[in-house]
């Protein structure tokens, strides 16, 4: 290699070393796009399509279940476990066991669409983690009265 190939690729490296630290140093001073994710939590979309879990008739305040088996036999996954009993006296059947193995979901929304009384909905939950399945194992009779 000659003299002045030697100067040549000193001069265009240390050019591209000055471009790509003059595009660092700009980016620095442009304002923060993202969110510092522990700290700060971003606003869910409300079409947000979590697992689902039951809801309340906004008028009686109950659980608008009449335990059919509608959504757990138009789970895909099967991952939905409903039963009820009949009580004395009682027209229906009172819901007992409404469980949701989360680690089958798919989140296809077919038991959401196919309750016919609407008393399943998808949740706003997205920040899930944990370290076992069992805990992605949900009773969600009990997740409604937590949520009162």
């Known amino acids: ?51 689902i879990e039951l809801r309340r008739d906004p008028e009686s305040g109950e659980c608008p279940c009449i335990v059919c088996g509608m959504c757990a036999r138009a789970c895909p996954s099967g991952c939905i476990t409903v039963e009820g009993e009949k009580k004395e006296g009682e027209k229906g059947k009172t819901l007992t066991v409404f469980a949701l193995d989360f680690t089958r979901c798919s989140l296809c929304g077919t038991c959401v669409e196919t309750c016919p009384k609407g008393a399943i909905d998808f949740s706003q939950d997205y920040n899930i983690a944990g370290f076992t399945r069992e805990e992605f194992h949900y009773d969600l009779i009990r997740r409604l009265e937590e949520r009162g």
């Open 1 to 51: 290699m000659s003299k002045k190939g030697y100067f040549t690729e000193l001069y265009v490296g240390g050019k591209s070393l000055l471009v790509g630290l003059g595009v660092t140093f700009k980016a620095c001073l442009q304002p923060i796009v993202t969110v510092q994710y522990p700290r700060e939590k971003l606003d869910i979309t409300p079409n947000y399509r979590g697992h």
